[in-house]
């Protein structure tokens, strides 16, 4: 039996784009982060998750975003707010009937991107 991949225990395109949407929405009701996104394009933002999410666990998608060093440089985002956009991502999934081990999946990737996002 083969294992599928993230990409498609996620739900393939749909599924990240129902999990995006989700994100988003938390994110701008989240008091910790959501002025930071105040003058966000939210559909450019969300397309750019959509493509992260989807190259980033075995999709077809091509991510067309800065890196993620480059895209926080400047931002002085600390642990607390990281965190907090970490919950954000969770609940979003939990919201969508994502499996434990898929949950952990994602924190794993999350995670491993702290260095370029944190005090950066
Ligand atoms: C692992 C965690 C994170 C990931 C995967 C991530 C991913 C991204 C991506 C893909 C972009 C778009 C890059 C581009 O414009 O080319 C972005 C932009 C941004 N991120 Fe993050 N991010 C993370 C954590 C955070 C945190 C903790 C904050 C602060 C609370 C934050 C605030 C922002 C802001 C303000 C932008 C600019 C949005 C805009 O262009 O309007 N990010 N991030």
Redesign the pocket.
């Known amino acids: 039996m083969s294992e599928q991949t993230l990409y498609e225990r996620l739900g393939g395109a749909a599924g990240i784009a129902a999990i995006t949407e989700d994100i988003w929405s938390n994110h701008t009701s989240n008091p910790l982060?959501k002025n930071?996104?105040i003058?966000?394009?939210a559909e450019?933002?969300k397309r750019?998750?959509r493509e992260?999410f989807g190259a980033g666990t075995g999709g077809p998608e091509t991510?067309s975003?800065?890196d993620?060093l480059t895209?926080?440089t400047g931002?002085n985002?600390n642990d607390q707010?990281?965190n907090?956009?970490?919950d954000d991502v969770m609940k979003a999934l939990g919201s969508n009937n994502v499996g434990e081990k898929e949950h952990n999946e994602v924190l794993a990737i999350?995670w491993s991107?702290?260095n370029e996002?944190?005090g950066v």
């Open positions: 982060v930071r996104y003058n966000s394009d450019n933002v750019l998750v992260m991510y975003g800065q993620m895209a926080h931002m985002i707010e990281f907090a956009v970490i999350l991107m702290k996002i944190v």
